[in-house]
T-cell receptor, first 114, second 109 residues
């Protein structure tokens, strides 16, 4: 398995500002993902964070709004830029670890945009 | 049609009941299958992987039917602590996973 930490655990932000979320894994992993989960809904994949290259974004998500860094195999950041109340959500970092392709999640960052 | 579809729920059952969840997937190239559990305001956690031969972990049994493209989760002797949302997850290759919308289970005394 993998132990994942995220910072901050929660934040309340003003519209128009940006927030950077950090994800730290206790071991080197190849696959790292960022998800969003809005209240009462399932997880939506934002992007795959690739080490040494640009992130791969899913339909509906763009780099200007959600820039991602992946400087090494244990760390990544997701920035939510120019926030609006619609960005209020839980943002989850996730990695694939273990031989069975299991996916593990960080505790999430609960973001509220006023 | 969604790639992964789950029973809409919610399921409200008494303690000790047996409850089953089904999940269907549309991508016939799917290779890996999982059930996750998510408690309120918490991150999803892996409950069990689902193997072609079916697998059991205590009170939990998972089965896969590739021909019909569905997986199931059976919970026997339900406990209050089983109350959670159960997410069906399907993966077509070693990359990204597709999550179902989840089925909410409430076990009542």
């Amino acid at each position: 398995s993998a132990v994942i930490s995220q910072k901050p655990s929660r934040d309340i932000c003003q519209r128009g500002t940006s927030l950077t979320i950090q994800c730290q894994v206790d071991s080197q992993v190849t696959m790292m993902f960022w998800y969003r989960q809005q209240p009462g809904q399932s997880l939506t994949l934002i992007a795959t964070a690739n080490q040494g290259s640009e992130a791969t974004y899913e339909s509906g998500f763009v780099i200007d709004k959600f820039p991602i860094s992946r400087p090494n195999l244990t760390f990544s950041t997701l920035t939510v830029s120019n926030m609006s109340p619609e960005d209020s959500s839980i943002y989850l970092c996730s990695v694939v670890a273990g031989g069975g392709h299991e996916q593990f999640f960080g505790p999430g960052t609960r973001l509220t945009v006023l | 049609r969604k790639e992964v579809e789950q029973d809409p729920g919610p399921f409200n059952v008494p303690e000790g009941a047996t409850v089953a969840f089904n999940c269907t997937y549309s991508n016939s190239a799917s290779q890996s299958f999982f059930w996750y559990r998510q408690d309120c305001r918490k991150e999803p956690k892996l409950l069990m992987s689902v193997y072609s031969s079916g697998n059991e972990d205590g009170r939990f049994t998972a089965q896969l039917n590739r021909a019909s493209q569905y997986i199931s989760l059976l919970i026997r002797d339900s406990k209050l602590s089983d109350s959670a949302t159960y997410l069906c997850v399907v993966k077509a290759n070693a990359g990204k996973s597709t999550f179902g919308d989840g089925t909410t289970l409430t076990v009542k005394p």
